[in-house]
């Protein structure tokens, strides 16, 4: 397992459609231990392969936050299938857009469909945090970030100063060139 570098706004890569998994096989697996673990060590409640440079409809998610049981969950190729007609509003963060928070209004509940790890079809209801972090998810595999459910003033506003702090830190030498070995 490793702990993957998580890509950030702006980066072409976030705005990419992801391809569908053909099967869950080993490969595939591997990623999703690398996600999860890659998740629990920002820490975050969620996290689709599109984040770690990956293009495939891959996403893990555990919402608990460490208070009560573990719920992970690890799904390819997520669909929503149902959405319920009344909406949630609640304060979103990305790992993608770090330190930046807004409200985004969704579907309170939804219902996904999904290939879990063993490669079986599988359904899960959900509302609340899950149903947020769901939809959060199966966004970024569509190249859709929180941002682009806000007003454009306040997305220019996020993607600005990422890039502006993206451009400080590509010349103050203090990270690693792209693809280095550490
Ligand atoms: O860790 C995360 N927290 C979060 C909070 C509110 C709504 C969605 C999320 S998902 C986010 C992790 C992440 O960026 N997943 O793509
Ligand atoms: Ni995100």
Same mark, same amino acid.
Request: proline residues 7%; aromatic residues 4%.
């Given at each position: 397992?490793?702990?993957?570098?998580?890509?950030? @706004? $702006?980066?072409?890569?976030?705005? %990419?459609? @992801?391809?569908?998994?053909? !099967?869950?096989?080993?490969? &595939? !697996?591997?990623?999703?231990?690398?996600?999860?673990?890659?998740?629990?060590?920002? $820490?975050?409640? =969620?996290?689709? @392969?599109?984040?770690? =440079?990956?293009?495939?409809?891959?996403?893990?998610?555990?919402?608990?936050?460490?208070?009560? /049981?573990?719920?992970?969950?690890?799904? *390819? #190729?997520?669909?929503? &299938?149902? @959405?319920?007609?009344?909406?949630?509003?609640?304060?979103?963060? +990305?790992?993608?857009?770090?330190?930046?928070? *807004?409200? &985004?209004?969704? /579907?309170?509940?939804? %219902?996904?469909?999904?290939?879990?790890?063993?490669?079986?079809?599988?359904?899960?209801? *959900?509302?609340?945090?899950?149903?947020? +972090?769901?939809?959060?998810?199966?966004?970024?595999?569509?190249?859709?970030?929180? &941002?682009?459910?806000?007003?454009?003033?306040?997305? #220019?506003?996020?993607? !600005?100063?990422?890039?502006?702090?993206? %451009?400080?830190?590509?010349?103050?030498?203090?990270?690693? $060139?792209?693809?280095?070995?550490?």
């Amino acid at each position: 397992m490793a702990v993957l570098p998580i890509i950030t @706004a $702006p980066d072409p890569v976030l705005k %990419k459609v @992801a391809s569908p998994v053909e !099967r869950v096989d080993d490969d &595939v !697996r591997r990623l999703m231990d690398d996600m999860m673990e890659t998740m629990y060590a920002a $820490p975050g409640i =969620g996290l689709a @392969a599109p984040q770690v =440079g990956v293009g495939k409809r891959v996403v893990v998610l555990d919402v608990s936050k460490r208070e009560g /049981p573990p719920l992970a969950l690890q799904m *390819a #190729n997520p669909e929503i &299938v149902w @959405a319920s007609d009344d909406d949630a509003i609640y304060e979103e963060g +990305c790992l993608s857009l770090p330190e930046h928070y *807004a409200e &985004v209004t969704r /579907p309170a509940a939804v %219902k996904v469909r999904y290939l879990d790890r063993e490669d079986e079809i599988r359904e899960l209801s *959900a509302d609340g945090l899950l149903a947020i +972090c769901l939809q959060h998810e199966i966004d970024h595999l569509d190249g859709i970030l929180f &941002v682009d459910h806000i007003s454009a003033l306040k997305r #220019n506003m996020i993607l !600005r100063k990422l890039l502006k702090e993206k %451009k400080a830190g590509a010349t103050s030498g203090d990270r690693e $060139p792209a693809g280095a070995v550490v």
